[in-house]
Nanobody, 121 residues
């Protein structure tokens, strides 16, 4: 069974950087699209970034383009989200998700429990 576990969240001041990781297990991920989503208190969950595991094509929400970078390490079955120039509005719980469909629109079949990212001003 596919399992996703996020790590690397924490607290940082505005302008700082964090990297969150997603360790994937229980499947063969070469045909998957891996995504990062986030949900802030009182708001709906929103798409942040995605990467196709096989070819490494990336997708980003406009709000993070140029600041966040998604990448994957095939040997470690791990997906990363490097977040730079963080803003208070980036504060949210960040979720890793996996889709068996091509492209970033999902649906996403598997989800991790999330990791909290807090950006203070």
């Amino acid at each position: 069974q596919v399992q996703l576990v996020e790590s690397g969240g924490g607290s940082v001041q505005a302008g700082g950087s964090l990297r969150v990781s997603c360790a994937a297990s229980g499947g063969t991920f070469s045909g998957y699209t891996m995504g990062w989503f986030r949900q802030a208190p009182g708001k709906e969950r929103e798409f942040v970034a995605a990467i196709s595991w096989k070819v490494g094509r990336t997708y980003y929400a406009d709000s993070v383009k140029g600041r966040f970078t998604i990448s994957r390490d095939n040997a470690k079955n791990t997906v990363y989200l490097q977040m730079n120039s963080l803003k208070p509005e980036d504060t949210a719980t960040y979720y890793c998700a996996a889709s068996t469909n091509w492209g970033h629109n999902g649906p996403y079949n598997y989800w991790g429990p999330g990791t909290q990212v807090t950006v203070s001003s």
